[in-house]
């Protein structure tokens, strides 16, 4: 069986020649770049010889020139070449551009085109279907909702019935015009950009022992009246808490406090703690000015006494 060849297309045998023109122009720079260095070489022996060798040595002095005229002529050959492979380059390039610029434009008339076939065969369908709806609307005569609908669909009918005669057409020569490159090619549809939804940071809320004031997640300065609740960054209520400035809204003194106040205190009262730059002291929770009850919490209990005693101390006269 006949081995099977697939033609190669010709962009494919530009781009092959292109890859072969930027391969040898980069072994000829190469090439060039040694040719350079043994250049160098050669300049820096014969001048050498000049200042510090015996002049007289004629045939020294040729074998050195002739080196230096060799590598001279190698360079200059290398740059004729690599100028003229540079031309190659830049042309293959400018084809393959040429190409590929025709080819998007046959994809995107091309793409009009059955875009435009797609609208032509249901535009039938749909003045049909639209006749049909507004005759049906034409039998609720006596309804006024029903015969302003009617009217409207009857309008946009119309409307474009006229303006597809027009728009068609225009766009089946703009179709032409995108394959022959006298138009742009269409953008692309834009495709909207879903929305990441931002979890909130954690808050926790409690119930306010004191006034306060703290940082919200935004850093921006909030307050939190005594007998209210308050939502808060959780770290920030945890620190509330340990200082003694709220407390869990489980905890019994909210529902027989909340709301007691009845918002009679000011943001900018003195005697609110800033929750942030309040400093804790290990293990001590923060005491108010409420140490009744603080203390009535403690249950402390009077120690039992013993029976009363009598006796005589002896003191001596000053």
Known sequence: MAPFFRKKSHMQKLETTLAQLQLRATTLAD????????????????????????????????????????????????DAALGTLQKQVADAEQQIASERSAAERKAASEKLARDLDAIEKALPIYLDAARKFTKALDELHHHFEATQMAA???????????????TLAELRGTMNAIANGTAPIPPAK??????????????????????????????????????????????????AMRLGLAVSTADLRRGQLRGARNGDYRADAPDAVDIDTAEEHSGVHFI???????????????????????????????
């Open 31 to 78: 090439k060039r770049a040694a040719a350079q260095a043994a250049l160098a070489e050669a300049i820096t022996a014969r001048d050498r010889h000049l200042v510090e060798g015996d002049i007289a040595d004629e045939a020294t002095n040729d074998k050195l020139q002739a080196k230096v005229d060799h590598y001279n002529s190698t360079v200059a050959g290398y």
């Open 152 to 166: 409207f669909v009857n309008n946009g009918l119309a409307q474009v019935e006229v303006a597809s005669a027009f």
């Open 190 to 239: 834009e495709v909207p950009v879903p929305v990441v939804a931002v979890e909130p940071p954690p808050a926790m809320t409690v119930f306010m022992i004191r006034s306060a004031r703290y940082l919200d997640h935004e850093g921006r300065k909030r307050f939190a009246g005594q007998y209210d609740d308050a939502i808060m960054p959780v770290a920030t209520a945890q620190k």
């Open 288 to 318: 108010g000015p409420d140490k009744s009850d603080v203390i009535a919490q403690a249950n402390f209990t009077e120690m039992p006494r013993g029976p009363g005693r009598t006796g005589t101390i002896p003191v001596y006269p000053v």
